[in-house]
T-cell receptor, first 111, second 110 residues
Framework: KQEVTQIPAALSVPEGENLVLNCSFTDSAIYNLQWFRQDPGKGLTSLLLIQSSQREQTSGRLNASLDKSSGRSTLYIAASQPGDSATYLCAVKRGSNDMRFGAGTRLTVKP | DVKVTQSSRYLVKRTGEKVFLECVQDMDHENMFWYRQDPGLGLRLIYFSYDVKMKEKGDIPEGYSVSREKKERFSLILESASTNQTSMYLC?????????FGDGTRLSIL
């Protein structure tokens, strides 16, 4: 059974810092991995999607990497801003409608 | 822009009631999903549907049923609400990926 773990559960950093969020999964037979952002009381917004054949994806200040063999992904956020404060979730897709989500990392960026 | 609309943001019901949660999407997506989100557990799939009148069980279907009579609408039904069904419920839709999510319904069962 696929398990997805995100550590740490919460992270607080000062504005301007570069930071890394971690995601690990137990079964390397995945189609893709996705990073989402969730603001308080809201649904999930897709940030980056990495196909199983890819190593990384970039969007603006965000960079996500994927190492299938070790079952790990990282989300790198450069020059963090208070507006980046949110919960970040990763999800791995195994089948056509089978996505497994981590519990998320709650990020606080202090001004 | 894709819009997934959940009919209620907050809902309070009593134990034993039959509860309906509604979700509507405006992008003609084939696939629709219901998840529940609990602290420390992430999102867990309750049911999904890949076509009108079609449904498949997810990981935690017990105590729930669904209805998809029209392509744009996917309803989650709690047959007899219990306190352990207090949670945040999220609806999503997709053609392939990514899934697009609604803002959620925070349901409290008293």
């Amino acid at each position: 059974k696929q398990e997805v773990t995100q550590i740490p559960a919460a992270l607080s950093v000062p504005e301007g810092e570069n930071l890394v969020l971690n995601c690990s999964f137990t079964d390397s037979a995945i189609y893709n991995l996705q990073w989402f952002r969730q603001d308080p009381g809201k649904g999930l917004t897709s940030l980056l999607l990495i196909q199983s054949s890819q190593r990384e994806q970039t969007s603006g200040r965000l960079n996500a990497s994927l190492d299938k063999s070790s079952g790990r992904s990282t989300l790198y956020i450069a020059a963090s801003q208070p507006g980046d404060s949110a919960t970040y979730l990763c999800a791995v897709k195994r089948g056509s409608n089978d996505m497994r989500f981590g519990a998320g990392t709650r990020l606080t960026v202090k001004p | 822009d894709v819009k997934v609309t959940q009919s209620s943001r907050y809902l309070v019901k009593r134990t034993g009631e039959k509860v309906f949660l509604e979700c509507v999407q405006d992008m003609d997506h084939e696939n629709m999903f219901w998840y529940r989100q609990d602290p420390g557990l992430g999102l867990r799939l309750i049911y999904f549907s890949y076509d009108v009148k079609m449904k498949e069980k997810g990981d935690i279907p017990e105590g729930y049923s669904v209805s998809r009579e029209k392509k744009e609408r996917f309803s989650l039904i709690l047959e007899s609400a219990s306190t352990n069904q207090t949670s945040m419920y999220l609806c999503a839709s997709s053609t392939n990926q990514p899934q697009h999510f609604g803002d959620g319904t925070r349901l409290s069962i008293l």
